[in-house]
């Protein structure tokens, strides 16, 4: 079987993740959380590693992380990434021997069940991609829906490694011809006396997400963590988070959906008090969105003078061509300044613009354009998951300066 090492193919610059080591790769105290870890003050104890001074805990399942703590680096170290589970995690014993770890490949000419450390033998692949959760900026939605209020925090840019599908799915003689669905189901333990299909974690996506996909096993250079779905994780870039399967136990080519309730009922793009079904789009692809992250509206009155006003923009799945910051809520646009390298099109962008700010009120925004020339929105229409929020004029924010 050929390994696929291609990096250039994801834009990754030579040289491009040495330069990452200051923003949190090679940190190995994180991959390998103990159970028994005792919580720090406001964490649950299986994320007793992160950095709680840098998160917001709305639940157990959910945990922000702070607007300024992504701060001016490409890669969100695993201490600062965001937690949304819609499951409880499987014990933390999976990973006490991760390559151990199952797959069955299904819809394929020679269906198998693959341990992680086969998946190893068939082909590695490395890619920098934005993991956002569906309902990042659902708390900026005028209708109030229904789920954590998240702001901008349910986010982050990691580097995932692990096996290309298309590799897997070459090697097992290619997909049925009926395929037209990648579905990858998660390996939680599902609660007792329920219709497994009502609460399993089982999403499809179309076929053509496959050639971009990974079955991955590191994440910033170490194992996935078990709280972000290791010991092996369904990476699809440029999809939104809850299509990127923790725990992955089944990988199927099917001929339609999923019936599964996540798929069937949620996670689709319905108007305000509307239930979900088929017949309205699933939320699937990111769109191109960015946000301002310093100075952060956090931190208070800002000092007048130069300011460099920096944030993260994202493509979905497409490069970025341009960003724009205006300081008086769309009235004027100033071109910003990429900055940081570029490693590849499912990654985010870090920006910055330089101003001059005298005292006074201010309004900041920002706005980012794709390869295609598409803009980011000004406005997500309300939807009744509060899904995919990525208007300009809601990520905006006032600042004072002094």
């Given at each position: 079987m050929t390994q696929s090492t291609d990096l250039s193919r994801r834009g990754l610059l030579a040289g491009g993740l040495t330069a990452l080591a200051g923003a949190g790769l090679g940190r190995s105290a994180q991959a390998q959380a103990p159970a028994a870890a005792p919580a720090k003050p406001g964490l649950p104890a299986y994320v007793a590693w992160k950095d709680p001074d840098q998160m917001i805990v709305h639940t157990g399942t959910t945990i922000e992380t702070k607007r300024s703590a992504f701060g001016t680096s490409v890669i969100t170290p695993a201490e600062?990434?965001?937690?949304?589970?819609?499951?409880?995690?499987?014990?933390?014993?999976?990973?006490?021997?991760?390559?151990?770890?199952?797959?069955?490949?299904?819809?394929?000419?020679?269906?198998?069940?693959?341990?992680?450390?086969?998946?190893?033998?068939?082909?590695?692949?490395?890619?920098?991609?934005?993991?956002?959760?569906?309902?990042?900026?659902?708390?900026?939605?005028?209708?109030?829906?229904?789920?954590?209020?998240?702001?901008?925090?349910?986010?982050?840019?990691?580097?995932?490694?692990?096996?290309?599908?298309?590799?897997?799915?070459?090697?097992?003689?290619?997909?049925?011809?009926?395929?037209?669905?990648?579905?990858?189901?998660?390996?939680?333990?599902?609660?007792?006396?329920?219709?497994?299909?009502?609460v399993i974690v089982e999403r499809s996506v179309p076929l053509r997400a496959m050639d971009d996909a990974l079955l991955a096993w590191e994440m910033n250079g170490e194992p996935v963590p078990h709280a972000h779905g290791g010991p092996l994780r369904l990476v699809v870039p440029g999809y939104s988070g809850v299509n990127n399967i923790k725990y992955v136990k089944r990988l199927a080519f099917t001929p339609v959906e999923t019936d599964a309730a996540i798929q069937r009922t949620g996670y689709r793009m319905t108007p305000p008090g509307t239930r979900g079904d088929p017949s309205f789009p699933a939320v699937w692809e990111m769109d191109v969105k960015s946000w301002i992250n310093g100075p952060a509206p956090e931190?208070?009155?800002?000092?007048?003078?130069?300011?460099?006003?920096?944030?993260?923009?994202?493509?979905?799945?497409?490069?970025?061509?341009?960003?724009?910051?205006?300081?008086?809520?769309?009235?004027?646009?100033?071109?910003?300044?990429?900055?940081?390298?570029?490693?590849?099109?499912?990654?985010?962008?870090?920006?910055?613009?330089?101003?001059?700010?005298?005292?006074?009120?201010?309004?900041?925004?920002?706005?980012?354009?794709?390869?295609?020339?598409?803009?980011?929105?000004?406005?997500?229409?309300?939807?009744?998951?509060?899904?995919?929020?990525?208007?300009?004029?809601?990520?905006?924010?006032?600042?004072?300066?002094?």
């Open positions: 600062r990434l965001y937690i949304r589970n819609n499951l409880p995690a499987p014990d933390v014993s999976i990973v006490a021997n991760r390559d151990a770890w199952t797959v069955a490949v299904e819809g394929v000419r020679q269906p198998v069940t693959l341990s992680v450390a086969d998946l190893k033998s068939m082909g590695l692949e490395t890619v920098a991609a934005v993991l956002q959760c569906s309902g990042n900026g659902r708390g900026y939605f005028p209708s109030k829906p229904s789920g954590t209020k998240w702001q901008v925090g349910a986010a982050g840019c990691v580097i995932w490694s692990g096996v290309p599908v298309r590799s897997v799915v070459a090697a097992l003689g290619g997909v049925v011809e009926d395929a037209r669905f990648m579905t990858g189901t998660g390996g939680e333990t599902l609660p007792a006396g329920l219709d497994p299909k009502s931190a208070g009155p800002v000092r007048a003078g130069m300011v460099q006003i920096h944030g993260v923009a994202m493509g979905g799945s497409r490069n970025l061509r341009r960003i724009d910051v205006s300081v008086d809520g769309g009235q004027n646009w100033q071109e910003a300044r990429f900055v940081g390298p570029d490693l590849g099109r499912f990654a985010w962008r870090q920006f910055v613009l330089p101003v001059r700010l005298a005292p006074g009120q201010y309004l900041l925004a920002s706005r980012a354009q794709d390869s295609r020339f598409n803009w980011q929105v000004e406005a997500t229409p309300d939807n009744g998951g509060g899904f995919l929020n990525s208007g300009w004029r809601a990520h905006a924010f006032p600042v004072t300066v002094v």
